[in-house]
Nanobody, 127 residues
């Protein structure tokens, strides 16, 4: 089992920045590819960003490319999502997810590919 706890959400004005963190425990963190997803009220969950277990290859949704950066610190068992130039449409609950990976270069963009999920942290961007 892998336990994931997100933090760092909050209320921010449009154009502002936030950094989300997801702390993992329970298994060897470096064995897991990680992802961030978000779900706005009344909408389906959508992919935001993903990172391989080595921290090398990453992937982003087109809507956040150039504004968000995913990174990880395997020594701290934590994955981050730096969010800059935030827009009101970024308002959502943000969830991190983990999936075991044998290959260091693998990442996953689809929510059904992930086994472990955190509870989420709310991000609200005011206009």
């Amino acid at each position: 089992q892998v336990q994931l706890v997100e933090s760092g959400g909050g209320l921010v004005q449009a154009g502002g920045s936030l950094r989300l963190s997801c702390a993992a425990s329970g298994r060897t963190f470096s064995n897991y590819a990680m992802g961030w997803f978000r779900q706005a009220l009344g909408k389906e969950r959508e992919f935001v960003a993903a990172i391989s277990r080595t921290g090398g290859p990453t992937s982003y949704a087109d809507s956040v490319k150039g504004r968000f950066t995913i990174s990880r610190d395997n020594a701290r068992n934590t994955v981050y999502l730096q969010m800059n130039s935030l827009k009101p449409e970024d308002t959502a609950e943000y969830l991190c997810a983990a999936e075991g990976s044998l290959r260091g270069s693998t990442y996953y963009n689809r929510d059904h590919e992930y086994t472990y999920w955190g509870q989420g942290t709310q991000v609200t961007v005011s206009s």
